[in-house]
């Protein structure tokens, strides 16, 4: 099923356009992650994102971010949403709450970013 919510549909066709403008083959797998519907997209807690990212690293979640646990060092999270629990913490560690574009105009080919959830 194709998601009907048009910031979800916009991102897409943003990802898709970045992919074939940059050649950057994780924004194509991130936009096939976005297509699926809306209960099969990820929730993704701190307390995992901690566990597999280390300080400074940048990391894309493909739907929300959620504030169980707690985020030890510092990290540049691009999300489709943030719990306010999750923004307030990632802040307090140091870090940045960012939107899919601007991760994509910070590293264009996705070099150096992880996909959690």
Known sequence: M???NPEIINIIRFLRKKSNETGGALWAV????FEKSKHARVSVN???INRYTSENEK???PGKVLGTGALEHKIFIAAFSFSKEARRKIEEAGGECLT?????EKSPKGSGIKIIG
């Open 30 to 33: 991130l936009a096939k992650k």
């Open 46 to 48: 701190l307390s995992r």
């Open 100 to 104: 899919i574009p601007l991760i994509i």
């Open 59 to 61: 990391v894309v979640v």
């Open 2 to 4: 194709r998601s009907t």
